[in-house]
């Protein structure tokens, strides 16, 4: 790749979060218990719906699917990082970047879509309950995850090819933990007029509308909720619409913030920090908020680890009913 001073750029320097050494267990700590927590959560999740036929339904497909593009997710851009800080290296290399940006840009688009899809069959379910096989049909919802799909891969080769134009100078440090769009795009030295305009357009119309959705579903779920005349019921109802708003307003709210106000601010620390919310803290709590408090999912779980159980202890007993024949045989 040719650049304006007649240099190669093969790789970036990727500064994360501190550069003190003492703080360098800490964080490698922290950011390694976060991303266990998040990949047995949502691997939990895939594990419960795929082993009890109860659960395979709407909710659940789109459950899974969402537990999966978390795993990928935080795998994009975690494992690196926790690499780098055990290795006391900061580099990452051009072809790298360029791969992590594609599959983190493909991750996050899908992680909104799938909140979006999420949202609206909770509000079929709530609003609308007798019709809700109906309308939820299995053609549907696999057309609904197959578009999400195909969007988020096209975004994503969209902005990573446009990004293969551009030509950088010696200053290669990126002030994050991952290789952000924006970041790299601040450090290009030629026109980056066509990628701030094609990702800010594609900020503005893969957030505003899925956000738009959501916030009308939650609305419609709420209107629904006041007319249940049972205040357990009532209240019971609120605190899962609570609790899954929250998650929404802290990945939308962080995410945009570091994208649309990336050109203003140069403060590394609030935008690395802002990142970790909507990258590692939001598919952390995905797991808890959407499934591991819900009945079903635990007893499918608690199914599964008994039959596991159940198994292991015939095939151990199989396994000395030959011995016991041999010593009986040699007694005799």
């Known amino acids: 790749m040719e650049l304006g001073n007649d240099t190669e750029i093969s790789e970036f320097l990727l500064l994360g ?154 200053v290669v440090e990126i002030p994050d933990f991952f290789c952000d769009l924006s970041q790299i795009i601040q450090l290009a030295c030629s026109d980056t007029f066509l990628n701030n305009m094609v990702m800010y357009l594609t900020v503005v119309l893969l957030s505003s509308g899925p956000l738009a959705g959501i916030l009308y579903s939650y609305s419609k779920i709420v209107s629904c909720i006041c007319r249940i005349s049972s205040v357990q019921g009532k209240y019971k109802a609120f605190s899962i619409c609570a609790s899954h708003l929250s998650v929404v307003s802290l990945f939308f709210c962080t995410s945009l913030g570091v994208y649309l ?29 959407y499934s591991l408090r819900n009945k079903d999912i635990k007893g499918a779980l608690k199914r599964f680890f008994m039959m596991a159980s159940l198994k292991r202890s015939v095939i151990l007993d199989l396994e000395k009913c030959p011995r016991l024949q041999i010593s009986k045989s040699q007694n005799k």
């Open 261 to 289: 106000s990336s050109p203003a601010t140069h403060s590394s620390h609030s935008s690395a920090t802002a990142s970790v919310m909507y990258t590692v803290v939001t598919p952390m709590l995905n797991p808890f908020i």
């Open 17 to 170: 979060f501190s550069q003190e050494p003492e703080l360098q267990a800490l964080i490698f700590g922290l950011f390694l218990s976060m991303y266990l927590i998040t990949v047995f959560g949502n691997l939990l999740i895939i594990l419960a719906v795929s082993s009890d036929a109860h659960l395979h339904t709407p909710m659940y497909f789109f459950l899974t699917n969402l537990s999966f593009v978390d795993i990928c997710f935080t795998s994009t851009t975690i494992p690196k990082m926790l690499w780098n800080v055990q290795t006391q290296s900061k580099v990452i290399t051009y072809e790298g970047c360029i791969t992590q940006i594609y599959f983190f840009l493909l991750s996050a688009v899908l992680d909104i879509f799938l909140l979006t899809v999420m949202a609206y069959d909770r509000f079929v379910a709530i609003c609308h309950p007798l019709h809700y096989m109906v309308i939820m049909n299995p053609r549907l919802c696999f057309l609904l995850v197959l578009v999400s799909w195909t969007i988020s891969i096209l975004n994503s080769l969209l902005q990573s090819l446009i990004l293969l134009q551009l030509s950088f100078c010696t």
